[in-house]
Each structure stands twice: as C-alpha cells, then as structure tokens.
C-alpha cells in the first residue's frame, strides 16, 4: 500500500490464484491443509461525505466492499470448508477495524464492509464450534507509520474542503479527533502479536474480539439523533417491504405524515411491495395502517404511490426529480428474502458426506446469495441514503425505520444501515449541516403530546 495514495494490494488474478491455492492446500506434500486462515487484505477507499459517495469509479465503493468484504468472506468460507472437510479444527482471524461501529467521518466505503466483516464473524462463531473452528475478530485504530500521517493529514484536508478552516479551533471537531485519532499509535508488530494471541488461544464461539489501539474502547456510538417530531409539507418514503407487518410499518409512517400536516407524501416501492400492497387490500384488510389513507397514483393527491426500481441509483434519483424542498425522507427496507441467505452456509450440518461437486455446486449457491443480499440490502441502502442526504432542504431529515431483525442476514442489513446513519449525523453535525439521521424500530415516530399518543394507539394499535 503506498503512503501517499488508496491503491488495492491485489492485482488482476490474484483472487483467482488466492482461490486456487485455498481450494488445493489439502494437497500439500505433507497432506496438511489450512489450519489458520487470516484476512488481512484491505483498501481504504476515497474520502468522501455521504453525498459525495461514488459507486463506481475513483471513489470505488464496489471495489472497497468487494476486497474488504467480500472477498475476505469468500477466502474465509473456503478455508473453514477445508478444515471441515478435514474434520480438523482450525480457526479464521479478521483484521476489522476499530472505527466499523464508530462514527468516522468521510469513510462510508471503508467502515460498512468492515462492520459487515465482524458482524459475520459473531454470527457464525457459535455455529462453527461443533466442529472445533474459531473466529476472532483483530480491531486496530490507525496504526503508525507513513500511512497514519497520510490518513491524519488527509482528514484536516477533508475538513478544510468542507469549510472548516482550522479544525483543531472549533471544539466539536477537535474532540473527534481526539476520540479517533490516537496520540500515540500502535505499531504493525501490535496487531500482528494480536493475530498470534488470538490463534494461539483459539477459542471458539462469540467475543473473540480484540482491539489494538492506545484510544479508549468507546461505547457503541448512537445511531443518529432522534426521530422526527414534525414530519415537514413534503415527506418522500423508500421502501422494499414484503412482509404484511413491513407493508403497514410504512403505511403507518405515511399516515402519521398526513396527520401531521404534510402537503405530500410520495411512497416509492418496487414491484414486490407494491403487488403485495395491492393484494393486501383487495382482501380487504381493514386491520391495516393503509385502510382508508387516500391513495393516488400519481401527483392528484396528498399520498402517491410510485414505482422504483430500488438497486439502480438512476431510478432513486428520479423520484425525487422534480421535487423541491424535501423534508424528509424514510427508508422502509423489507427483511432479506431467502435467497439472500448466505451467512450459515459454512456451518450447515447437511454438508457433511457430500462430495466435492456437490459442496461446491452449494458454494456456488451461496455466492449468488452474497451477491444480491450486498446489491438488495447493503448497496440499495446506501444509495437511498445518499439521495435523500443530496436532496433534504435545510432542517430535513433521514430516518431508517426497520422492524428487528429476525435473520443473521437481517441484524447484518441493520448494522450496514445504522453505520451509514451514525457516520452521516456525525457528518451534518461537524460540518454545520442542517440536517438530522437517525435509525428507530419505531413503526411511527414518537407523538408530540399525550393526546396524540392516545390518537395513534386507538388507530393503530
């Protein structure tokens, strides 16, 4: 990795080779095989605020969620299928990040995948441990060396193109500093003599967590500020709900908008909300929150629904084209589906005694199931979140609003969410932006009085 610019360590064919030799270590002339595997490989992606968050190109958002992400998952899932294979214990240690659940600034890119990194690790520990394998999880903060100086001096950059002139003269950016950027750095031989602990230790199951920094280990950051009390005149609401309880989340959401005053209310959906709305209510569910709301499908009335197509950023822009002075914005995502499923492929008991051509025709499986859960849940969220923080009139608001997960891809979708949000409220509120994010489990906002509480329950309880 150079010191002065983000270039990717890997090279056109190095994944291929990389795979190869997971696939054949069991070959070895010592008929070994893989016993430890670690995942260090990383890039660090652009600098750049949430609105500035390039998919493609110089700012690399797929490449930095593929290398830090993906392809550390797909090394890891190769290596624990040799050693179950094998039936010989072995362990995983990644090399996360202290700042995956930590609000820092100007690097979306770099701290989704490695939220989504560790969170898998505690999801699949347990599973792993009838078969005597550990994950431990390797957390450092900037490590010293001409890299540190390059990402601190960078930062001050960053802030000054923002209009913050003299970041260490106004106190709420000195104190992120402080929290994220440590005095004295650790050394590369520190999280390497933490890679050995952890593989010496080899404790299998969750809490294999270790973090190499001289930062004090902070609390989970909150996600965002609070959820909005007024909702504004024009509210836009994203969503990609299938389940009926998902579906009437967002009518909740939307009614409670026009109770409140709102001029419009734009529900975009994708096809599958949208049909199973329409059935919903040709059953006549009088049960549900969109029971009698005054439905429209196009700009003749206070609640229009649309269509969107919810992956392609092009479509999400057009939504709000045309729309002037949005007040807020609500993304309302559906749970993933089944074929998205993909986190306790390693461990699936059914995998043992089959041969190789069928396992892999599983792995095979499971690698689609990656790929269109980081393209329907984790890439679809952050262009939504990206929209609405390019389109929000001064004082609006962002606000996820997602039931609790019920799936380890679900808490997965939720941390990759609750990231965005906590690193984008950190953002306005450093950069002196007029604007507020949040993430709630709420169905609807918290009411205004006791009056309106009683109101909302009687409605919608």
Not at 51 to 77: I, K, Y
Not at 183 to 197: Q, S
Not at 243 to 270: K, T, Y
Not at 353 to 377: C, I, K, N, T, W
Request: net charge positive.
């Amino acid at each position: 990795m150079s010191a002065h610019q983000e270039e990717p360590i890997a090279f056109p064919g190095e994944r291929a080779r990389i795979v190869e030799a997971a696939r054949g270590a069991s070959a070895g002339p010592a008929g070994g095989g893989i016993d430890l595997w670690v995942n260090n490989a990383g890039i660090g992606g652009a600098f750049a605020t949430l609105p500035e968050v390039e998919l493609d190109g110089d700012a690399r958002w797929h490449q930095t969620l593929a290398v830090n992400f993906s392809g550390a998952w797909l090394g890891m899932v190769r290596a624990i299928l040799d050693m179950r294979q094998r039936d010989s214990g072995g362990g995983v240690v990644n090399v996360s990040t202290f700042y995956a659940d930590q609000p820092y600034v100007f690097r979306i890119p770099y701290t989704v995948p490695k939220i989504l990194l560790r969170k898998t690790a505690a999801l699949l520990a347990d599973a792993l441990k009838p078969y005597g394998i550990f994950i431990a999880d390797i957390e450092p903060s900037l490590i010293d060396g001409p890299r540190f100086r390059w990402v601190a001096k960078s930062y001050a950059e960053h802030f000054r193109r923002h209009g913050v002139e003299d970041p260490a003269a106004r106190p709420a950016v000195r104190g992120w500093f402080e929290r994220h950027v440590p005095e004295k750095a650790p050394r590369p031989a520190d999280v390497a003599e933490a890679v050995l602990f952890a593989a010496r230790r080899g404790l299998t199951g969750t809490g294999q967590e270790i973090a190499v920094s001289t930062l004090p280990r902070p609390p989970r950051a909150s996600t965002g500020g609070a959820s909005p009390r007024r909702p504004g005149r024009t509210v836009v609401i994203v969503t990609t709900a299938r389940a009926a309880s998902e579906i009437d989340r967002v009518g909740s959401i939307a009614a409670w908008c026009l109770e409140s005053g709102s001029r419009r209310v734009i529900v975009a959906g994708d096809d599958g909300m949208i049909a199973r709305l329409g059935r919903r209510l040709a059953r006549g569910a009088s049960d549900s929150t969109w029971w009698n709301l005054p439905i429209a499908p196009e700009a003749d009335s206070r609640l229009e629904i649309r269509g969107l197509d919810s992956v392609s950023a092009g479509a999400v822009a057009d939504v709000f084209s045309g729309i002037e002075n949005v007040d807020g914005v609500f993304h309302v995502p559906g749970d993933p589906e089944a074929g998205e499923r993909f986190v306790l492929f390693p461990a699936d008991p059914a995998l043992r005694g089959l041969d190789a051509e069928a396992v892999e025709a599983r792995y095979r499986d499971h690698q689609r199931a990656l790929s269109l859960f980081l393209e329907r849940q984790v890439t679809a969220g952050l262009i939504v979140a990206r929209q609405a923080a390019r389109s929000l009139a001064a004082g609006g608001f962002f606000t996820v609003s997602r039931r609790r997960p019920r799936t380890p891809e679900a808490v997965l979708a939720s941390e990759a969410q609750r990231q965005i949000v906590r690193t984008a409220a950190e953002e306005f509120r450093l950069l002196g932006i007029d604007a507020r994010a949040a993430f709630t489990r709420r169905s609807r906002p918290r009411p205004r009085n006791e009056s309106r509480c009683q109101n909302s329950i009687a409605r919608f309880g």
